[in-house]
């Protein structure tokens, strides 16, 4: 038989998140009802205290109050959604072309695309900015091309810290090789784990490359708001998700707190 690790602060987090999300108005959707449900299920026949068996009747009843308000939200919104068809139908009738444009326009939300500088872009951008004349020149009408003012190379960024000797796509595929290494016997790792660095630069740098590693699909996070902790895990390929925007701030004094907590 397989032991149930059991924990009455486990007990305590699910009142105090159903409570958070009944007082402050928060989706009541972002609760994950079921996986509650089934840990409370776990752990019952662990209680043996009478203030256990009470509290396990608090997070029952805290779940149910979550069940309440996504049975009230969902009837709020069928309610004032409804529209009959044939009225909807008239109205697109009496548009003209050009309303009806508006409308889609105004509706309209596309996927933003996501551009990331490369080494090859900043090499584009300095063979342009050499390539300009100088502002005394450009507004002449018998202008000719001459020597560009101010120019630089590419050791010049390197030296101002821009770029790297190291090739991005390298540090990628290293980073990401390191990941599938660490997750070899386990399904997720921690994040702050996986980043944290012996210094705050490359912590910096291994978030940074992260992020593309997220963004390219190889990798995905789960987060749970319970623990108040965000994994990294490998998409496989059956796998369907719906994509998000997730930003985690990061300073020095964080990744320091990081390093003793590691340590």
């Known amino acids: 038989m397989q032991r149930v690790k059991v924990s009455v602060e486990d007990l305590i987090r699910i009142v105090e998140l159903c409570r958070t999300v009944e007082r402050e108005g928060i989706d009541p959707f972002e609760v994950n009802v079921r996986a509650y449900l089934e840990k409370l299920k776990k752990y019952l026949p662990h209680w043996k205290l009478l203030d256990e068996l009470l509290l396990d009747v608090e997070a029952i009843n805290a779940i149910s109050s979550i069940i309440k308000l996504q049975s009230d939200w969902i009837k709020s919104r069928s309610s004032s959604l409804y529209i009959d068809p044939i009225f909807v139908e008239l109205k697109i009738r009496m548009l003209d072309q050009k309303m009806i444009a508006e409308a889609f326009l105004n509706s309209w939300h596309p996927i933003v695309a996501i551009d990331q500088i490369f080494s090859q872009k900043l090499k584009e951008a300095i063979d342009y900015w050499n390539n300009l004349l100088p502002l005394s020149e450009r507004w002449r009408e018998d202008f000719s091309p001459s020597t560009p003012i101010g120019t630089f190379d590419m050791d010049d960024l390197i030296e101002l810290k821009l770029i ?86 990061i300073d020095y004094e964080n990744w320091k707190n990081l390093k003793e907590r590691k340590n």
């Open 164 to 249: 790297s000797l190291k090739d991005f796509d390298e540090k990628m595929k290293r980073l990401l090789e390191e990941l599938r290494s660490k997750l070899k016997d386990n399904d997720k790792i921690d994040y702050w784990d996986f980043v944290c660095a012996d210094t705050f630069e490359e912590t910096l740098e291994r978030a940074y490359i992260t992020s593309f590693i997220l963004t390219e699909g190889y990798a995905t996070l789960l987060i749970d708001p319970l623990e108040e902790r965000i994994f990294i895990t490998l998409i496989k390929k059956s796998r369907k998700s719906i994509p998000c925007s997730l930003p985690i701030a």
